[in-house]
């Protein structure tokens, strides 16, 4: 099992998050329904075809829902307040990051609002979380 992942691994987590770091948002795009995939999987997220290769986003899309952490998880003390998002990339599937906003000004008036890749956040990460992580962080285009 774990050699046939490896086999159709085409892009690791490792390095989708390496990719975040140098400003580009990796994923795989489909042979058999020309669909994107990210975070990076073993298959294609819409039809489960294994026939994939890396592409990269725009790093555009639309914020779909947020929240702001002003109590933080073990390991995160010095972040708050923060604010994960999930934002529908331009090309179709759903991403998690960061809202780089004032969390004082953060509403719902921000749903479905334009938003962009701005850069990376990495986090040190907590006893559960196994190491850093990097997350794309994304800024409302005005
Ligand atoms: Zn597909």
Redesign the pocket.
């Known amino acids: 099992m774990e050699k046939e992942l490896r086999e159709y691994t085409v892009l690791t987590h490792a390095e989708y998050e390496e990719g975040i770091k140098e400003g580009k948002l990796l994923g795989l795009r489909?042979a058999?329904?020309e669909?994107i995939t990210c975070h990076p999987m073993p298959v294609?997220q819409?039809?489960g075809?294994r026939s994939l290769e890396r592409t990269e986003l725009s790093g555009e899309g639309e914020l779909t829902t947020f929240t702001v952490i002003r109590v933080p998880p073990e390991g995160f003390e010095d972040d708050v307040p923060y604010i994960p998002c999930l934002v529908k990339t331009k090309e179709g599937p759903c991403v998690v990051g960061r809202l780089d906003y004032d969390a004082e000004r953060a509403s719902q008036v921000l749903i479905s609002k334009q938003v962009k890749m701005s850069g990376a956040y990495t986090h040190k990460g907590d006893k559960f979380s196994g190491g850093t992580h990097t997350c794309p962080v994304f800024v409302v285009v005005e």
């Open positions: 489909c058999s329904c669909r294609c819409w039809c075809g």
